[in-house]
């Protein structure tokens, strides 16, 4: 069985190695996949957003996500079975569920609530350690998810709220969804926001960030445009992000995650 995680531990601390130690002592044989854990510390956005892209291209398995800045708070600790039979274990932020809608939603859920399946006693500040590594590798040796504790209604799940753009025929209203390292910038935008102003490629845009204007240039790749150029491209996820070729657009227009970019589609 594989078990994929993902969590903003960063790898500079224990915290992963201790993680993958539980797991390997209930799991031997389990598959391992670090997905990353360089989501920013406690953005749950982020991490959920990451989670969903990625689980297309993991085999199915546990999903096992912490990304968790209410330990210790009165949130729950959950296993999750999604509608296609994956399995996700986490906790009840909204971290887990843009993921398991993309395979067809929550089948069901349950609160880790047995303590025979978590390390004793459980850590107040380190249930990534203590509660949500061990129920994964339970899991992953085939321990029913019932078993784990009582069920949660799915609709009393917490969902997250992913920021809507607001799209107008000559302006759009963008937020950025995440910064990547090389100073990319995703924002909750698809190419089809953009159909109606057919946006060929090599297309100037005049972008309103913090009052200041920039434009960037319509591309297929960074190669497209000039080293230095701001350009607007469709990522390998299908959003559309803004990048400087060989440089930072993050760095360039001065904004991080929650930022917003106003697209003047008439200033062309």
Known sequence: MVITFLTDFGLQDDFV?????????IAPDARVIDVTHGVRPGHVLQGALVLA??????????????????VGSGRRALAVRDAEGRLYVGP???LLLPAADRFGGVAAAH?????????????????GRDLFSPAAAHLAVGVALEKLGPPVDPGELVRIEIPQPEVGQNRIRAVVLEVDRFGNLTLNLRP????????AAGTRIELVCRGDRFYAVSARTFADA?????????????????????????????????GEIVLDLAAR
């Open 17 to 25: 190695g201790t993680c993958h130690g539980v797991i390997a002592t």
């Open 53 to 70: 892209n990625t689980l297309p291209y993991m085999p199915s398995g546990v999903h096992l996500a912490v990304v968790d800045p209410g």
């Open 92 to 94: 009840d932020n909204g």
């Open 111 to 127: 609160e880790l609530a047995n303590a025979d399946y978590s390390l004793q006693p459980v850590s107040r500040t380190f249930h």
């Open 192 to 199: 089809e926001h953009l159909e109606h102003a057919e946006l």
């Open 226 to 258: 000039p080293r230095g150029s701001l350009i607007l491209y469709e990522d390998s996820y299908g959003s559309l992000a803004l990048a400087v070729s060989r440089g930072s657009a993050a760095e360039l227009l001065r904004i991080e995650e929650g």
